[in-house]
């Protein structure tokens, strides 16, 4: 069986649209479409209903789907091993929170791109839920995820590192001058700028703020860390963020630390597709990225 055939199906089943999967492979659409319908006759099955919304995949094709990405996961390995001598290469795609992305990544990029110039690193901001569906569908070789657990059957993860956290509000803000630590039913009070539902530790306060009892915490949650820090920064409230995303705005004297209860160091895992082969390339990446966030 020709594994373009098999190549053009998993995109298709990853992408659920024609026109994405072509764009992905650099495909014309009516090509994407031959090689479904060859494999569709190879195979005497329907593996996709052709609907106005886009390309659902049926029984039979959910049940090839595991199959053929094992095909491709065999034929990787087979190539590799023939290029083993050779220097590394390829390319790797890196799902993680968009803190760490703007923080620690581009120094690994930087070392990466010194020792393996052969290696193209990807980064893709994304929060726990979506780097694990991006690693199950084949679209991230590698995950950082800010948890302290993973219990997700198809992923398996180490932790690699902790993220030291920041509770900071602009300097006039009435909790930052104080030398006393403020306690939970005084940050109840207060107007809080959070990353977006799925970051563990801006959940874990969110979920604190809202336990105290009497009180009517205002939360507002964004998707960008910039959007939070720059609110916190103009006076409107107070956010909790890793340390090193606000390093610079701490040491500039735009944010100041907050006494608070205290928050612990958020912790970083390092997750991959328990089945799936990690490739040369993603597996050289995967030790730097090791060492440098332990570092």
């Known amino acids: 069986m020709d594994t373009r055939l098999l190549t053009t199906f998993t995109v298709l089943a990853r992408t659920g649209g024609f026109t ?23 195979l005497g099955v329907r593996l996709f209903d052709r609907l106005p919304t ?20 065999a034929v990787a390995r087979l190539r590799a091993g023939s290029a083993e001598a050779g220097a590394v290469s390829g390319r790797v795609v890196i799902g993680s929170p968009e803190s760490l992305c703007a923080s620690r990544l581009p120094g690994l990029v930087a070392a990466l ?16 839920r979506e780097c694990v569906e991006g690693l199950r569908s084949g679209r991230l070789d590698l995950a950082l995820l800010l948890e302290e657990e993973t219990e997700f059957p198809d992923v398996t993860s180490e932790p690699v590192g902790r993220e030291p956290l920041a509770l900071v509000a602009a300097p006039g803000h009435p909790l930052a001058a104080r030398e006393r630590a403020a306690s939970w039913p005084e940050l109840a009070e207060e107007s809080f700028f959070l990353l977006e539902e799925g970051c563990s530790y801006s959940d874990a306060l969110a979920r604190r703020l809202l336990a105290v009892p009497g009180t009517r915490p205002r939360l507002t949650r964004f998707g960008s860390v910039d959007a939070a820090r720059n609110c916190v920064a103009a006076g409107l409230g107070i956010t909790l963020l890793p340390l090193t995303t606000v390093t610079e705005e701490l040491r500039r004297g735009r944010l100041v630390r907050v006494e608070g209860p205290g928050f612990p160091a958020a912790p970083v895992r390092l997750a991959r597709h328990r089945r799936r082969w990690t490739a040369p390339a993603a597996r050289e990446v995967a030790r730097v990225l090791v060492r440098h966030l332990g570092d």
């Not at 992905?24 to 031959?34: D, G, K, N, P």
């Open 54 to 73: 886009g390309a659902l995949l049926t029984d039979a094709g959910r049940r090839l789907l595991e199959r053929a990405e094992e095909v491709l996961d």
């Open 113 to 128: 791109r010194t020792s393996h110039p052969e290696v193209d690193v990807h980064l893709y901001a994304a929060g726990t």
């Open 20 to 42: 994405a999967a072509a764009a992905e492979l650099h495909l014309a659409q009516s090509t994407v479409t031959v090689h479904i319908r060859t494999l569709e006759r190879d």
